[in-house]
């Protein structure tokens, strides 16, 4: 029987269109993803019990979610092939898995609109929203490295631009700039504060984006969402086992991508609680992050990128932080908040950090040069 709580879809005739035989057992809602909708399903095969992963894209952020799905196939395809090629590696595990519909499709579009799809399920993995260890973010690092490593041959030319000019941040900042002079709701004089900090980094803006335009910076098939949480690592060794979640995978900079790692894992504080009085940028995880990359993306990444690493999080949080601050000013249309002023908070957050970091950038340098040299 279908669990209650899926009933608001009816994943028994959803699931159905997959190719899946076994005995549709039950379904219910998965995991704590921010952008789909996730269930499993329970099946039974022949007396085994065996689950599947089925996702509703969320097709008001990705407006053409069949060019998404194009993209996902495309990596997956190659990933696994590659993989099939180095031996001890197992394709299963390591890449996602799509279960095509009966008639060979990569989704299935049910009677109200909605895009489906199928995944095989990773067993004996799992993510984390907070990295708490040095050896968790050292399997993140090793595990987007490899996955950036294994698409540097990604034939086909670039994947589709699902999302133009995602991690573009002159173009944030100039949203930026729009929204502090309309000031439509009359917050910029409670922001003034980060408004100046903002408006003073703006050199930072371009570092990656002028780079890429003039090609001193390589375009790579990147992943765009690398948060800990997108990454499965074993729940026996620790691990790095499957990037997953590729909606956003497009061609961009491989420092965008190592970036938001860094963002997302070092940060010692909840997303939208500010602490001026404290240090919230954890060097001890910075370091792991480095050498796990090292790993597994030394092998194809230039001096300029290596040059850029120390600053990539930097950037990104400086990216996202003036997110927030646009949307806090803009009258919080864009972010989901349950509170007031928790926009403002998150973009003081990232600010936070990027002050913390900005203390600490000499050593951020070291660590950078000294892993790359000594793998050199
Ligand atoms: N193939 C899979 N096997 C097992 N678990 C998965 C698989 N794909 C996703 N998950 C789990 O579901 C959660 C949400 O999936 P994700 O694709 O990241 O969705 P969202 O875009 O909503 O973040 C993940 O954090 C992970 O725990
Ligand atoms: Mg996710």
Not at 15 to 36: C, D, K, V
Not at 46 to 68: E, K, M, Y
Not at 276 to 302: N, S, W
Request: glycine share 6%; hydrophobic share 40%.
């Amino acid at each position: 029987m279908v669990s209650p709580s899926a009933m608001n879809h009816n994943l028994f005739s959803i699931t159905r269109n997959f190719r899946i035989s076994g005995r549709f057992l039950s379904a219910e809602p998965y995991g704590n993803g921010h952008i789909n909708d996730t269930y499993i399903a329970w099946w039974d095969c022949n007396g085994t019990r065996i689950r599947t992963l089925h996702q509703r894209i969320n097709h008001q952020v990705f407006n053409d979610p069949s060019l998404i799905m194009d993209n996902i196939s495309r990596v997956i395809r190659h990933l696994r092939r590659k993989l099939a090629a180095i031996p001890g590696a197992d394709p299963d595990r390591e890449a996602l898995s799509l279960i095509p519909t009966w008639d060979g499709a990569d989704f299935f579009r049910d009677p109200e609109g909605n895009y489906w799809r199928t995944y095989v399920f990773i067993e004996n993995a799992r993510t984390y929203d907070i990295c708490e260890t040095a050896d968790q973010a050292r399997e993140a690092a090793r595990a987007f490295g490899r996955f950036q490593h294994l698409l540097t041959d990604l034939p086909g030319g670039p994947l589709h631009e699902t999302i133009p000019f995602f991690h573009h941040t002159p173009r944030r900042f100039a949203a930026l700039r729009g929204a502090i002079e309309r000031d439509v709701c009359n917050r910029a004089a409670a922001a003034a504060a980060d408004i100046d900090f903002a408006l003073a980094r703006e050199p930072l803006c371009a570092v990656v984006t002028d780079r890429l335009a003039d090609g001193r910076l390589p375009y790579h098939t990147t992943h765009n969402d690398t948060k800990l949480n997108n990454v499965m690592l074993d729940c026996l060794t620790g691990r790095g086992v499957c990037v997953i979640d590729l909606d956003t995978v497009m061609s961009g900079s491989s420092l965008y991508d190592f970036g938001d790692l860094v963002r997302t894992c070092t940060r010692d504080a909840p997303e939208d609680q500010p602490d001026p009085d404290r240090d919230i940028f954890r060097l001890d995880l910075f370091r792991p992050l480095v050498e796990g990359y090292h790993e597994t993306a030394g092998p194809f990444l230039q001096p300029a990128e290596i040059e850029l690493l120390a600053i990539s999080g930097r950037l990104i949080t400086f990216t996202i932080g003036i997110r927030f601050l646009t949307d806090y000013l803009e009258g919080d249309t864009y972010f989901k908040t349950h509170r007031t002023n928790q926009n403002l908070d998150r973009a003081r957050t990232q600010f936070q950090l990027i002050s913390s970091m900005e203390q600490r950038e000499k050593e951020m340098r070291d660590i950078v040069a000294a892993t790359f040299a000594a793998g050199a």
